[in-house]
């Protein structure tokens, strides 16, 4: 968002700079632990004792914690499932959210009030795992990944949110679309929809991120290994200090070399592998961010 | 015609008496007459599904018992992974239940609802698991038959290495004579003379000074949770005297630096962690498991292995965690419901006679350990097979042939023996319902009035003040029930 | 059709122009009814003993009593006051803050590096976080206290001081979430008619003012959004971060109702009890949120609907 007009008074400029700092202290104290994290993993095992809270640069270079997880059989499967529930997931979060958003923002509809309350209520009250794990297996979803899929499907917290954007979309237009004919289906695809795109965007990263980094469903309703997503097999590394299963990649090393490996660093690379796909993606949706005030513009 | 009639009332005979010596207790597993088609038992055991040798190692185990003479079809039960006592116990809840499972936490409440089968009489008819349990599991059984296990008793020894073992006569001294004395000796001169930064660390963020107890606890007087007092009533160890003088000794060395600044933040990795890089001098673990794998790390790390010492004696002599004699941690059960409870518990017993030992203890053959003729050697991918699937102890393990190298480092099974020999039987009782909420206040007093004192932000006099608290949250409570419970 | 709005409409044919509307909201009602309100029935386990084989006993506000009965309970409860005011209240003007001071910028370089970089440490697990802020707050190794240390002061353990604990709680909760939070408003910022900037400006009014006077009451409902929908979760401090951060030394000082509820609940296997603790969660949660959003309605015309 650029401000165009006068240019800016010493007192702007010299405030503009002390936010830029701050910020700019704000982004060293959040990347410095994760570059140490980025460090560790790519460390020469032998020489990861050296590493210490603030190193950025790996001491000696290795892919081996890397090829370690890479190794495991069920590696790039998991991979595949945690893409096929995340975009899955997320197309059909937007498309229901979306719909009960808009439907919800209409005065006139029916229920409304009794809606809203309803919603809010099971926004706080959190059912419980049994009572959940019976219904899914009444379904018969045990064991597929639809149970993962469907989980959530509509985030309560976030459904209200998009509701404050699709509010924000001035009466007027719709009005102007009303008298025009057009129907309730037009006006939500044909106006809100292109209009609240950075909310649709920033909906579409939270519940992408929510399903990427989901594992505990995933561990209670998939009891077959090949349809395990990635952050499930990740966290058997780093939560359950499961060595045996990562050395499953047996046939990369010799006994001593896997001895040798160390573990700290080897969580380091999970960590990093779970996070590159967001890394990849949210830059991406940055740019929606611009772009969706030049469409759709109102002039009042 | 009346041959072939005779020829198949014998079989069926043979057949019948051959189920029932398995152990049935009266509920045939097969029609008699009929030819036995092999009773299918559904097993549940933890990361047994995903492992990739399973299928070759339920098939040697069939193979085995079925030469043995027992057949069975053992069928694995897929458990998504996760906390098993969490999976295990949803599964079971909502109603699948398999016929042989392994529990590690949450069978209590079931055997409660009568949904575990008794184990004692198949245990008393079995060939070899009767014989090859300890004491304390035998002890275990008669008090709580639902779970059925043999490993060494869970009991922590300290370790400490062995190149400064060597060079340090105080570490000899403790040995030959351990007592708090000689430990704190010992102590200072690693400090002194190894240049480690603290003579012992400890677990201290999920265990607070559990570790430390299992050198100490018994020298000032502690040995069971619940302890009989002079005047004939229980009382709670960790509010008697004993206690506050233990508590106080632990502050001299927190202070003096002897014991690690940071143990109250330590995780089992980074208590792991120091040892290796010799910022920690001695380290208790769990022997001997956890003794194992410190040595194979150590060796790697400084290149020399481990010395396990004893504990410290006063006025008593032994190793914690006080080793509970009510009932199994861990175990196997046999559902109540299920309908070949004696195949499923043919299969324990198998695995406990020296063909079922040999498989595993040994692993996948020609995989694990290859027979070269004149012994088993083990090869390099034996580290990734885990040898404890149906319990870790090597009681009546023999294979028929030497083996290439220990499969328990010595270090390890001298540490084990230590643990055999001074572990201490617990008294305790368990917390009736009512007091459940008042005991997890109680605990968590004494937890944080232990590492207030003995990180020195309070003085031992606050021992007293603990005391008082713990009594008014229940305590007395508690304590009256206690000696209701306890004889 | 315009002139089928002006007059009153019949019920029936209300229902033919907001059916559509009602159609729309379908899928989202069949998955609220499948994986909430059908559970939710199960919630009727707060009343009873849970028995696998066999019926459920009733057993009345037992649990709920049980629940309120541990003599730690108010310390509890007191702990999961202050560190969720201090996460909800005391954070919440925090991401609004950093989200403005992004907007400022003019260096487009410098603008997509922090909100590149800022969001990042919401991916880490706390188990992976208390890690980090131990070894950072390790009185002989951590950087926090060799920073003090060129100062000339004297290392302070944090982890294990029961007055400071709550703040490194606050300050790691900062640390993870302010880039993340801040994404919301960013969004809403974006939606700002630029042309109300530019007549500011032409009236000579300067960034701050700017800010104050166009932003924030722009940014003004979805603030208030967030912030009614967080105090439905008021009762819920944080159970990963405590769980991981939490040692012996400041159990009194920092242990929630979910800690508690965990302790109790899971470990002794007490799922009735720990259905009546969620219950509890949920019934203050409504209250909290239905009574800010009618205060908020009453004091600014709008609330969450």
């Known amino acids: 968002m650029k401000h165009k007009g006068k240019p800016s008074s010493l007192a702007d400029t010299l405030f503009r700079a002390a936010i830029g700092l701050a910020l700019l202290a704000v982004s060293l104290v959040v990347l410095v632990p994760m570059l140490n994290l980025l460090a560790l993993s790519l460390s020469d095992p032998g020489r990861v004792g050296e590493v210490t809270g603030l190193t950025i640069l790996p001491k000696g270079f290795s892919t081996v914690n890397y090829r370690v997880l890479a190794a495991n059989p069920l590696f790039v499967r998991s991979i595949i499932n945690a893409i096929i529930i995340t975009v899955v997931g997320t197309a059909i979060n937007l498309l229901v959210t979306s719909m009960a958003a808009f439907a919800l923002t209409r005065e006139r509809l029916p229920g409304r009030r009794f809606f809203m309350l309803l919603v809010i209520v099971i926004m706080v009250f959190e059912p419980g795992l049994i009572p959940e794990y019976l219904v899914i297996k ?131 690379s999970t960590i990093i592998v779970a996070m590159l796909p967001v890394l990849i993606i949210y830059p991406l949706i940055l740019k929606y961010y611009t772009k969706g005030v030049m469409e759709g513009g109102v002039k009042e | ?100 499972i392994y529990f590690q936490g949450g069978d209590d409440k079931l055997a409660a609802q009568g949904i575990l089968e008794d184990l004692r009489p198949y245990v008393n008819k079995s060939r070899y698991f009767k014989s090859l349990m300890d004491a304390h599991s035998v002890q275990r059984l008669e008090s709580y038959p639902y779970l059925a296990w043999i490993a060494p008793p869970r009991v922590r020894t300290p370790v400490i290495r062995r190149d400064w073992y060597d060079s340090l006569p105080s570490a000899k001294a403790v040995t030959a004579n351990p007592s708090v004395d000689t430990y704190y000796a010992l102590f200072k001169d690693l400090v002194a003379q190894k240049g480690t930064k603290y003579g012992i660390s400890v677990t201290g963020a999920t265990n607070g000074v559990e570790e430390l107890d299992a050198i100490f606890d018994a020298c000032f007087g502690i040995t069971s949770t619940w302890m009989k007092g002079s005047d004939g009533q229980w009382v709670y160890s960790r509010v008697t005297p004993s206690e506050k003088t233990k508590l106080e000794f632990y502050a001299k060395l927190y202070k003096e630096g002897l014991l690690d600044p940071e143990y109250l933040t330590k995780k089992w990795d980074s208590k792991e962690q120091v040892f290796y890089e010799g910022k920690a001098g001695i380290i208790p673990g769990v022997a001997p498991g956890s003794i194992d794998v410190y040595v194979n790390k150590m060796i790697k790390a400084q290149g020399t292995d481990l010395v396990a010492l004893p504990p410290a004696k006063g006025k008593a002599q032994g190793l914690t965690p006080f080793v509970d004699v009510t009932k199994e941690a861990r175990g196997f059960a046999i559902a109540s419901t299920s309908k070949v409870k004696a195949a499923a518990f043919a299969v324990l017993d198998f695995i406990w006679s020296p063909a079922g030992l040999k ?127 306890l004889k | 059709m315009r002139n089928a709005m002006l007059k009153p409409r019949t019920l029936r044919t209300r229902f033919r122009q907001e059916g559509f509307l ?176 530019e007549s500011a400006e032409m009236d000579g009014a300067g960034a701050l003012q700017k800010a104050w006077y166009i932003t924030i009451p722009e940014l003004a409902p979805t603030m208030i959004t967030v912030l009614i929908l967080n105090l439905g979760f008021f009762m819920s401090a944080g159970f990963d971060q405590v769980f991981n951060m939490m040692n012996d030394s400041v159990i009194s000082a920092v242990d929630i109702l979910d800690t508690y509820i965990y302790r109790i609940g899971l470990l002794n296997m007490q799922y009735s009890f720990s259905t009546a603790a969620n219950l509890f969660k949920g019934a203050i949660g409504l209250v909290l949120i239905l009574g800010t959003h009618s205060a908020a309605k009453r004091v600014t015309g709008k609330g969450l609907w």
């Open chain 2, 1 to 100: 015609m009346k041959k072939s009639i005779a020829t198949i009332i014998a079989l069926a005979a043979i057949v019948a008496i051959g189920v029932q010596s398995a152990g049935a207790t009266g509920t045939k597993e097969a029609a008699p007459g009929a030819p036995t088609a092999p009773a299918t038992v559904r097993l549940v055991l933890k990361d047994l599904d995903t492992d990739p040798n399973a299928a070759q190692f339920i098939d040697l185990i069939e193979k085995g018992m079925a030469e043995a003479g027992v057949n069975v079809d053992i069928e694995i039960v897929k458990i998504p992974a996760g906390n098993y006592a969490e999976k295990l116990s949803l599964m079971i809840m909502s109603g699948d239940v398999p016929d042989l």
């Open chain 1, 138 to 268: 009444k379904l018969g979803l045990m064991n597929s990944l639809w149970s993962v899929i469907l989980y959530k499907t509509v985030n309560v917290y976030y459904l209200i949110i998009l509701m404050r954007f699709f509010e924000e979309v001035p009466a007027s237009l719709i009005e102007a679309a009303r008298i025009d004919g057009a129907g309730y289906g037009t006006i939500f695809m044909k106006i809100m929809l292109p209009l609240a795109k950075p909310a649709i965007a920033t909906l579409g990263l939270f519940y992408g991120v929510f399903h990427w980094n989901e594992y505990f469903r995933a561990s209670i309703y998939l009891s077959d290994p090949d349809k395990y997503p990635l952050q499930l097999i990740l966290r058997q590394f780093v939560v359950l200090d499961d060595t045996a299963s990562l050395i499953g990649s047996g046939a990369l090393f010799s006994y001593d070399e896997a001895a040798r490996l160390d573990y700290g660093a080897l969580k380091a």
């Open chain 3, 22 to 197: 009602l159609v729309l909201l379908v899928p989202a009602l069949v998955y609220f009814s499948v994986y909430h309100l059908v559970p939710m029935a199960g919630m009727t386990l707060a009343f009873q003993d849970y028995r696998i084989v066999g019926p459920s006993q009733f057993v009345g506000l037992k649990h709920f009593k049980m629940l309120f009965s541990s003599p730690a309970f108010f310390d509890v409860l007191k702990n999961t006051l202050i560190i969720s005011s201090m996460k909800i209240i005391l954070f919440f003007p925090l991401p609004l803050l950093f989200a403005l001071m992004v907007n400022e910028l003019r260096s487009v370089l410098l603008r997509k590096f922090v909100q590149a970089t800022a969001y990042l440490p919401h991916f880490l697990s706390w188990v992976v976080i208390a890690g980090v802020w131990i070894s950072f707050l390790s009185p002989s190794t951590g950087g926090a206290n060799q920073a003090r240390g060129l100062v000339g002061l004297p290392p302070v353990d944090y982890m294990t001081s029961k007055s400071a604990i709550r703040w490194v709680l606050f300050a790691s909760e900062t640390w993870r979430s302010l880039g993340w939070d801040s994404i919301i408003y960013l969004a809403a910022l974006m939606r700002i008619n630029p042309n109300l900037y």
């Open chain 2, 359 to 485: 498989i595993a203890k040994l692993g996948m053959p020609g995989l694990h350990y290859v027979d070269d003729g004149k012994q088993y050697v083990l090869t390099d991918k034996y580290s990734e097979w885990y040898n404890g699937w149906f319990g870790d102890s090597f009681n009546g393990f023999k294979a028929d042939k030497p083996l290439s190298r220990p499969i328990v480092t010595p270090a390890a099974t001298a540490a084990g023996d230590l643990a055999k020999k001074y572990m201490m039987p617990d008294k305790t009782i368990l917390i009736p319902e009512q007091y459940i909420t008042n005991w997890d206040a109680m605990t968590n007093l004494y937890k944080e009035y232990c590492a207030d004192i003995v990180t020195g932000k309070q003085p031992i006099s606050a021992f007293d003040e603990f005391v008082a608290k713990w009594n008014k949250a229940g305590g007395t409570d508690v304590t009256k029930y206690a000696n209701t419970i």
